[in-house]
Nanobody
Framework: QLQASGGGLVQAGGSLRLSCAAS????????LAWFRQAPGKEREFVAASRFLGGRAYRSYYADSVKGRFTISRDNAGNTVYLQMNSLKPEDTAVYYC????????????????????WGQGTLVTVSS
């Protein structure tokens, strides 16, 4: 089970950090990701963390958030984070964390079908 938190209302240019805690599983080698869904739009990929082996991970980002958002993970605490800086009104959406039991397929990193576990979503509203 995944539990997302940290959403809220913030002014444009501000920052928020989202958290997603996993219970009932450990995910050191799992694929983890954040997606978002704005009103009237489809759910879209935001960021992902892919296990490379050992203690190495690679991060992936949608072009729209690259340079502003950072995904990180605390495997000991079974938590994945999304640090969001320089927020824009177009970042307003419900943000969902997702996990894959096992490694991610790099060529399909943003494919929702890869992820079998989803959190309940947390709303981020960015005012102009």
């Amino acid at each position: 089970q995944l539990q997302a938190s940290g959403g809220g209302l913030v002014q444009a240019g501000g920052s928020l950090r989202l958290s997603c805690a996993a219970s009932g599983r450990t995910f050191a080698s799992d694929g983890l990701a954040w997606f978002r869904q704005a009103p009237g739009k489809e759910r879209e990929f935001v960021a992902a963390s892919r296990f490379l082996g050992g203690r190495a991970y690679r991060s992936y980002y949608a072009d729209s958030v690259k340079g502003r958002f950072t995904i990180s993970r605390d495997n000991a605490g079974n938590t994945v984070y999304l640090q969001m800086n320089s927020l824009k009104p177009e970042d307003t959406a419900v943000y969902y964390c997702a996990a894959r039991n096992g490694n991610l397929i790099a060529s399909a990193i943003g494919d929702r079908e890869q992820y079998g576990f989803w959190g309940q979503g947390t709303l981020v509203t960015v005012s102009s």
